[in-house]
């Protein structure tokens, strides 16, 4: 069944850990897939990017701490953001499973507030 694969971010019901573990293993799948696709990528091209790297790099092959500060630091601080803002924007409910983890207040009593926060198996 993949209809729980549409409705990423909710994790709720009897069944909430069966559609986790099937998107996270989704992930995986998508995740490793482009890792292979990547792989690929730069060994066919290697020639060329090595090429358009000494390129870009020339202006600042000069300043090696900078080199670095870039090579390790900055890009790929850069690339990580792009990263977890493309995977949030997707893997977040959609609006309209936006309240699927929340109590409706309606239902909320003292005793169901202190479950909520401390949990159902906790010794107060």
């Not at 293993?25 to 060329?48: H, R």
């Not at 493309?86 to 609006?95: V, W």
């Amino acid at each position: 069944d993949w209809a729980h694969l549409k409705h990423s971010g909710v994790y709720v019901g009897p069944d909430g850990y069966k559609h986790w573990i099937s998107q996270l293993l989704a992930w995986m799948a998508i995740l490793t897939f482009t890792k292979i696709i990547m792989y690929i990528f730069m060994w066919v091209f290697s020639n060329g990017l090595a090429i358009m790297g000494q390129i870009l790099f020339e202006p600042i092959q000069g300043n090696i701490r900078f080199e670095l500060l870039f090579v390790m630091i900055l890009f790929p601080g850069l690339m990580n953001i792009v990263y977890f803002w493309i995977a949030d924007s997707y893997l977040k409910a959609d609006g309209e499973h936006a309240g699927a983890h929340e109590i409706p207040l309606e239902d909320l009593t003292p005793d169901t507030k202190k479950d909520s926060l401390l949990g159902e198996n906790q010794i107060v």
